[in-house]
């Protein structure tokens, strides 16, 4: 039997802690309808100013509110740049840095929008029923690419004949005339493709196609302009990027007939700016899943992101990275037998409302491509050579979440947090990059509110699980803990399942240790951020020996001595929410549960679903019309009839990830039972309600949970 070991993590003080006071008060759920975040940080191409996204929630209207601010590094000059009630994001640079494009809700939905890095009113660029995605600048800064489901003229003319030629058709097939006054029902959706429902969207998935776009921004012309569609194919285009010469636009995408049931594999292709007659250019090729094109600021590469389409399709493949020459050739892969994925991140809830920023980019001089990468519970920058030439990690500190970046002139802008740091964005050199006590922090958007509050430090562990295999976890322990005393405890459960908890700021595990529960989390197999194999290890066996690996980790948290294993609660969302239904079918040891968002029934799941088809190639052996007793055996409600713990189901009315349905099911099957269950569900929220909800919800939801445990585990 291996040695169980324990490290504490000391925390790196860079610079005066926002959360450290003797006394403190406790961290309560309301403390995010005063919360502000910093998110998609961007260094102007000189390296001399920054603009950022700072979201602040508008508790009247129950909303994210969101502005871009600027800030003079030389100076120190802070101030808003845009300050108008509809929501500002996605700022970016024009090459010369003297215009900031950004999106904005201002005239209903998202348009695009120009305005001087000086200041004055901006201008609206785009006006397409469809509105427009994130803005790319072409390399001389007269046109800017971006994506949108919008329809040409000649597109709408004829959608709108065919609606009313349908309109026609239904009053006839009721007796009506033209003339009559009386309503007709709304025409039904009719559906063809596997894909119709995504998560985040209360309608099904439009039939229009996301194309590429090209508007003007040259003096002289009327604002909005009339923007250009690029791409005509029917099949969906993401991730624009210019060439150097600004001769063609790079972008990813399967332009193929069977792209549906093809999830998860994509290309690159290439297709020329001014001819509009051309066809795009497939640059990759084979079972591959290739996207995030990236030009070199040279001209001469073109990096992206992607793996190898296996079949049978992994559960869990790393994210490699690969380079070729601009105008196609020959692929290779820059990250070699780097056994973690690029552009990865840790699991948390308080990552910016309005987007986080970039976890990819070249370096100046076209030598290195800098990212994220998620290793062991923390997210680190690393940076690898064109050339390939082996993976450098570059940060180094005892706990922290690297969670977005900006690279320009040699220097770094940093969305960073930690356990006991609220993320803010640091400024440094890119030589500086190691050496933390020479960062500067340049927002301190929380230091008020948390100046009341003691953020808690994670206690990092390692345990040893049922066969060998070394387990990391952290506690997360109650204010004014006492070894000496006993505390009821929460088993929190990530979901993913390939995702990775770690030192990243945590709101919600701050306040129920501030509530006095000693907070458990843990990365079993399955997780991300551990390797190839680690991740891939649950394939068709979820869940099962993670469910070990979170019993060893409860096991060893018990003999701490400060754990009072009759208030025993175990939690999770999603993937985690499906281990907690597990978990409480398999043992009687926890007095209380709250799954969320959880998988209770696979064989409706993957019929159910946003993304049907991926679900089966990736978790399942076969299909469920196949072998359906693999679908059965492996979930909660096949064993509902097992079920003693108490447990509080959330769900949101409008999740497509994992349906509504798949909770309805547990609880009524309890319910009959006459156990006890309470279901509680949001209306109008999505899978990401967690991270990204209406505030209210958000609140309410923490305070559901806490109340849960309250009335169970406390004494």
């Known amino acids: 039997m291996k040695r169980l070991f324990v490290i504490v993590c000391l925390m790196l003080v860079v610079l005066p802690a926002c959360a450290a006071t003797p006394a403190s008060e406790p961290l309560p759920g309301e403390s995010l309808w005063h919360w502000v975040w910093a998110g998609d940080?961007?260094?102007?191409?000189?390296?001399?100013?920054?603009?950022?996204?700072?979201?602040?929630?508008?508790?009247?209207?129950?909303?994210?509110?969101?502005?871009?601010?600027?800030?003079?590094?030389?100076?120190?000059?802070?101030?808003?740049?845009?300050?108008?009630?509809?929501?500002?994001?996605?700022?970016?640079?024009?090459?010369?840095?003297?215009?900031?494009?950004?999106?904005?809700?201002?005239?209903?939905?998202?348009?695009?929008?120009?305005?001087?890095?000086?200041?004055?009113?901006?201008?609206?660029?785009?006006?397409?029923?469809?509105?427009?995605?994130?803005?790319?600048?072409?390399?001389?800064?007269?046109?800017?690419?971006?994506?949108?489901?919008?329809?040409?003229?000649?597109?709408?003319?004829?959608?709108?004949?065919e609606r009313r030629e349908a309109r026609k058709a239904a009053r006839e097939a009721r007796g009506l005339s033209d003339e009559d006054n009386m309503e007709t029902a709304p025409a039904p959706a009719v559906i063809e493709s596997l894909r119709y429902q995504a998560d985040g969207r209360s309608d099904y998935l439009p039939e229009e196609n996301q194309h590429i776009w090209l508007?003007?921004?040259?003096?002289?012309?009327?604002?909005?302009?009339?923007?250009?569609?690029?791409?005509?194919?029917?099949?969906?285009?993401?991730?624009?990027?210019?060439?150097?010469?600004?001769?063609?636009?790079?972008?990813?995408?399967?332009?193929?007939?069977?792209?549906?049931?093809?999830?998860?594999?994509?290309h690159i292709y290439r297709i020329a700016v001014e001819d509009e007659a051309a066809d795009p250019e497939q640059l990759t090729s084979g079972?591959?899943?290739?996207?995030?094109?990236?030009?070199?600021?040279?001209?001469?590469?073109?990096?992206?992101?992607?793996?190898?389409?296996?079949?049978?399709?992994?559960?869990?493949?790393?994210?490699?990275?690969?380079?070729?020459?601009?105008?196609?050739g020959e692929e290779r892969k820059l990250t070699g037998d780097y056994d973690r994925s690029v552009a990865d991140g840790t699991?948390?809830?308080?990552?910016?409302?309005?987007?986080?920023?970039?976890?990819?980019?070249?370096s100046d001089d076209s030598d290195y491509l800098w990212f994220t990468t998620a290793r062991d519970g923390q997210t680190h920058l690393a940076r690898v050579h064109h050339r390939g030439e082996g993976v450098e990690t570059l940060t180094q500190y005892p706990a922290g979440d690297a969670q977005a970046f900006s690279l320009a002139n040699e220097r770094l802008a940093l969305?960073?947090?930690?356990?006991?740091?609220?993320?803010?964005?640091?400024?440094?050199?890119?030589?500086?990059?190691?050496?933390?006590?020479?960062?500067?922090?340049?927002t301190r958007l929380n230091d008020a509110l948390l100046a009341d509050h003691q953020l808690r430090a994670y206690e990092e562990v390692w345990y040893e699980s049922f066969d060998g295999q070394d387990i990391q976890g952290w506690v997360i322990h109650p204010r004014d803990f006492d070894p000496d005393q006993r505390y009821p405890a929460l088993l929190y459960i990530h979901g993913g399942p390939h995702a990775m908890y770690g030192t990243t700021?945590?709101?919600?595990?701050?306040?129920?240790?501030?509530?006095?529960?000693?907070?458990?989390?843990?990365?079993?197999?399955?997780?991300?951020?551990?390797?190839?194999?680690?991740?891939?290890?649950?394939?068709?066996?979820?869940?099962?020996?993670?469910?070990?690996?979170?019993?060893?980790?409860?096991?060893?948290?018990?003999?701490?001595g400060y754990v009072d294993e009759?208030?025993?609660?175990?939690?999770?969302?999603?993937g985690g929410g499906l281990l907690t239904a597990w978990v409480v079918t398999q043992t009687d040891r926890f007095a209380a549960a709250a799954a969320q968002r959880s998988v209770i029934n696979w064989h409706s799941f993957v019929g159910t679903a946003d993304m049907n088809f991926f679900f089966v190639e990736r978790w399942f052996s076969a299909p469920p019309w196949e072998e359906p007793m693999q679908y059965i055996e492996r979930s909660p409600l096949a064993y509902v009839d097992q079920?003693?713990?108490?447990?509080?189901?959330?769900?949101?009315?409008?999740?497509?990830?994992?349906?509504?349905?798949?909770?309805?099911?547990?609880?009524?099957?309890?319910?009959?039972?006459?156990?006890?269950?309470?279901?509680?569900?949001?209306?109008?929220?999505?899978?990401?309600?967690?991270?990204?909800?209406?505030?209210?919800?958000?609140?309410e939801r923490l305070n559901h949970i806490r109340d849960w445990f309250d009335e169970y585990l406390m004494d």
């Not at 699991?347 to 070249?362: I, K, N, T, V």
């Open 415 to 442: 969305i960073w947090g930690s356990p006991e740091q609220a993320f803010d964005v640091h400024v440094l050199d890119v030589d500086d990059v190691a050496e933390q006590a020479a960062w500067r922090q340049v």
């Open 643 to 699: 079920v003693e713990t108490p447990i509080l189901m959330i769900h949101s009315a409008e999740d497509w990830r994992t349906p509504l349905e798949q909770t309805q099911q547990f609880y009524a099957q309890l319910r009959m039972q006459d156990k006890p269950a309470r279901m509680v569900i949001f209306p109008e929220a999505s899978h990401g309600l967690s991270r990204g909800g209406r505030p209210s919800q958000r609140v």
């Open 566 to 574: 009759e208030r025993l609660g175990v939690t999770g969302g999603s």
């Open 41 to 161: 940080a961007r260094l102007s191409p000189d390296g001399q100013r920054l603009v950022y996204v700072r979201t602040e929630v508008d508790r009247a209207a129950d909303r994210y509110r969101s502005d871009l601010w600027i800030k003079d590094l030389a100076s120190g000059r802070h101030r808003a740049l845009t300050t108008h009630e509809a929501s500002d994001r996605s700022p970016r640079w024009s090459p010369d840095g003297e215009r900031i494009a950004f999106l904005s809700s201002r005239q209903g939905g998202n348009q695009l929008w120009v305005i001087e890095a000086t200041g004055g009113e901006a201008r609206q660029l785009t006006d397409l029923e469809g509105g427009a995605g994130t803005p790319v600048w072409s390399p001389e800064g007269e046109q800017i690419a971006f994506l949108s489901r919008a329809l040409t003229e000649a597109e709408r003319d004829a959608q709108a004949a």
């Open 347 to 362: 699991s948390g809830d308080m990552a910016s409302p309005s987007g986080s920023g970039e976890r990819l980019q070249w």
């Open 215 to 266: 508007v003007s921004v040259g003096d002289g012309q009327d604002w909005p302009r009339a923007p250009r569609r690029l791409t005509a194919e029917e099949h969906d285009h993401g991730s624009p990027a210019w060439s150097a010469d600004g001769a063609h636009l790079y972008f990813s995408a399967l332009l193929e007939e069977d792209a549906d049931w093809r999830m998860g594999e994509s």
């Open 287 to 328: 079972k591959r899943n290739r996207g995030t094109p990236l030009v070199s600021p040279d001209g001469e590469w073109i990096a992206f992101t992607g793996n190898e389409y296996q079949r049978p399709a992994l559960s869990y493949s790393l994210t490699e990275l690969y380079v070729m020459p601009a105008d196609g």
């Open 505 to 560: 700021f945590f709101h919600e595990f701050q306040t129920l240790a501030d509530a006095g529960y000693v907070v458990f989390i843990t990365n079993p197999r399955g997780s991300s951020g551990y390797g190839q194999d680690f991740g891939n290890i649950i394939q068709y066996r979820y869940p099962g020996d993670d469910y070990k690996d979170l019993m060893a980790g409860t096991d060893w948290l018990l003999e701490q």
